[in-house]
């Protein structure tokens, strides 16, 4: 220092020694991080195994994955499916499932008892899951000791209990704002998703989360990974993503869309998204996939919203007893439209219903739709 003052020099200071540097380093940081060079990390990554499919390219082994949509739209009904598919070991129509069954718990916040069992039973009797399929329903009358600070903190560690318990592989959780509250801030979503990472990573989980689209969201837009509710945290730090959509061409229908993948090329965008719609084969209720098309079909526009409003009011008017020539002076359009309002409230959609044909677009082979 004094010599490159004496020679009007900068002083720089001599670099330390590794050894002097891991003196300085605290014991709990030396390990945080792994460093390969990228050759290494290539032969590394050339020895784990592939991601299997879970729900065809939607979801993949090992992820922490999120299911969103609008509320009442089906995301507890095609959850059940999924977790059933996956802890029977048969896929869900044409996505590929290339695991052996497993055992799934299913954490739900939303149904009863009650509820649950209406969903799976008709008139001859009751669904017979298989035993890898476990649900856990969560009990509002427990206490939570007082050996936890916070109420998150403590459901967290109960799921992790069960999932111990049943020894489950995939683990469902219906929905992320019965979970953790507040998750529109980024520190609570950022502990939130380093939680369930830690809990993926330590018992090698596949992890799917149901959760909410905004209240004011406009559903004349394409769904957008902007669309899942809370911080932006939430779908950054996931895996994979992908949402439910209600078509505007008939109110039975809606559709998939892949938001956000890792492992595979997105199939399912807004060019081709998979079209379903809600239907209970035997005992069970499940979502039934007629086709694809693309999402722009299937948005809402200014035309689409009256011909909503005006299917609703011509319901009402003939359940009133009112003629289709009454109601077609009364909302002043024609009879022939009348009549096709009403088709659009009274006819189920057949499974053969929507298609999408090249050079055609989104059609149907019945009655107008």
Request: hydrophobic share 35%.
């Amino acid at each position: 220092m004094i010599r490159a003052e004496a020679r009007g020099l900068k002083y720089i200071p001599p670099r330390k020694s590794k050894r002097e540097l891991e003196r300085n380093v605290p014991e709990e940081c030396r390990h945080a991080f792994k460093v390969e060079t990228g050759n290494r990390w290539m032969e590394l990554g050339e020895r784990e195994p592939a991601a299997k499919m879970l729900f065809g390219e939607f979801w993949h082994r090992g992820e922490l994955c999120f299911l969103f949509a609008n509320t009442n739209i089906g995301k507890s009904v095609l959850a059940t499916q999924i977790a059933n598919s996956i802890a029977l070991g048969k896929p869900i129509a044409l996505f590929a499932l290339r695991t052996k069954p497993a055992r799934v718990l299913y954490v739900d916040f939303e149904l009863t008892a009650k509820q649950f069992y209406k969903r799976y039973k008709d008139a001859k009797g009751t669904y017979n899951f298989t035993g890898n399929f476990f649900r856990a329903q969560f009990n509002p009358e427990h206490q939570m000791p007082d050996s936890y600070s916070n109420y998150d903190m403590y459901l967290l560690a109960a799921i992790e209990y069960k999932l111990r318990q049943v020894n489950a592989t995939v683990i469902i959780i219906d929905n992320i704002t019965c979970l953790r509250g507040g998750t529109e801030n980024s520190s609570v979503a950022l502990n939130l998703m380093k939680n369930l990472k830690e809990l993926k990573a330590q018992y090698g989980l596949s992890i799917l989360v149901l959760a909410h689209t905004p209240k004011q969201r406009n559903v004349g837009s394409p769904i957008s990974a902007d669309d899942l509710h809370g911080s932006k945290l939430l779908i950054n730090f996931a895996d994979s993503a992908f949402a439910i959509g209600a078509s505007s061409t008939h109110q039975r229908l809606c559709y998939l869309k892949q938001i956000k993948q890792r492992y595979t090329a997105q199939v399912y965008g807004e060019n081709n998204v998979c079209l379903c719609r809600i239907q209970k084969s035997g005992k069970f209720l499940q979502f039934r996939f007629i086709g694809n098309s693309p999402e722009s079909l299937h948005l809402h526009t200014r035309n689409t919203y009256n011909r909503d409003l005006l299917s609703k009011k011509a319901a009402e008017l003939s359940a009133n007893g009112l003629s289709q020539r009454q109601i077609s002076r009364e909302l002043n359009v024609s009879t022939g439209y009348v009549n096709k309002l009403l088709r659009l409230t009274q006819t189920p959609l057949s499974s053969e219903g929507l298609l999408w044909r090249e050079g055609q677009g989104c059609v149907n082979q019945h009655a107008g739709i």
